[in-house]
């Protein structure tokens, strides 16, 4: 009976994936792109309505001057884009950039419904599972937010100094979680990682990557993150081509 069932399964898998590739991606392109053009735009609209109704309008010059400064912010966009892509899927990325918390909310999601799916990361049934996971996020965020804006001073003043100083701890908790979850299924290629992060951080130590694009008065922080992802992602595919288990 298994031996006649998994033609069956085959066919099926074969089936959902054509699915995936054909009907839900490019429909996720489609809109994804256009919500994300709208949400260009619509970050324009107070701007535009202090300007038409209003009258107030900085000048062509302070605009070109502001732009000039922020420009190195183009590298941050293109970098944090790349450094998670690999973990939020296509799908999860369009939602993710919209709807923003990207490292202390939604890659944390995305990793745990990935987990919780029993998803191979990087295939179609994980781009699935982080869909659902940050789609959820999303709406729960939405309605703490409000709540928050509601209730947030009474809150705040309630909680304990020492509890609001643990906070400043949440980011690298939650970095060090997913990489505890992702070492379990690969410990080889996490001790890599480990040991390219560590690198790239003594490299930037020594400030010779300094020249690198960064906000003014700030370092190229950046170059940490992306270093070790890309670092990690092509030692990987090296040894993957070299049929290494990792």
């Known amino acids: 009976m298994e031996e006649k069932s998994l033609p069956k399964e085959s066919s099926e898998l074969k089936e959902n994936v054509e699915c ?13 792109a256009r919500t994300n053009y709208l949400g260009v735009a619509c970050s324009f609209l107070l701007a535009i ?10 000048g062509i010059t302070a605009i070109v001057a ?12 293109i970098s944090n884009t790349i450094s998670y892509f690999p973990v939020l899927g296509a799908p999860g990325t369009f939602m993710t950039f919209i709807a923003g918390n990207i ?29 659902i996971g940050i789609a959820i996020s999303v709406v729960v965020n939405l309605i703490t937010i409000t709540i928050g804006a509601i209730l947030g001073a009474s809150l705040l003043s309630k909680i304990p100094a020492n509890v609001l100083n643990a906070v400043n701890m949440l980011i690298p908790a939650l970095f060090g979680s997913l990489l505890a979850q992702f070492a379990l299924n690969r410990k080889k ?46 030692v990987a595919r090296i040894l993957f081509k070299k049929n290494v288990k990792l």
């Not at 590739?21 to 490019?26: D, N, S, T, V």
């Not at 202390?104 to 745990?112: D, E, F, H, Q, Y």
């Open 103 to 131: 490292s202390n909310l939604r890659l944390p999601v995305s990793a745990a419904a990935q987990e919780a799916g029993g998803a191979e990361p990087g295939s179609e049934k994980s781009a699935i599972f982080s869909t």
């Open 189 to 234: 290629l996490a001790l890599i990682a480990v040991a390219i992060g560590y690198g790239v951080r003594l490299i930037y130590n020594t400030g010779v990557l300094d020249f690198m694009p960064a906000p003014q008065g700030t370092r190229p922080s950046y170059i940490l993150i992306l270093g070790s992802i890309l670092g990690t992602m092509a």
């Open 66 to 77: 502001a732009c000039a400064l922020r420009i190195n912010v183009v590298v941050t966009w």
């Open 20 to 32: 995936y590739e054909k009907e839900f991606l490019p429909y996720i392109y489609k809109w994804g």
């Open 49 to 58: 309505v202090l300007w038409v109704h209003f009258g107030i309008f900085p």
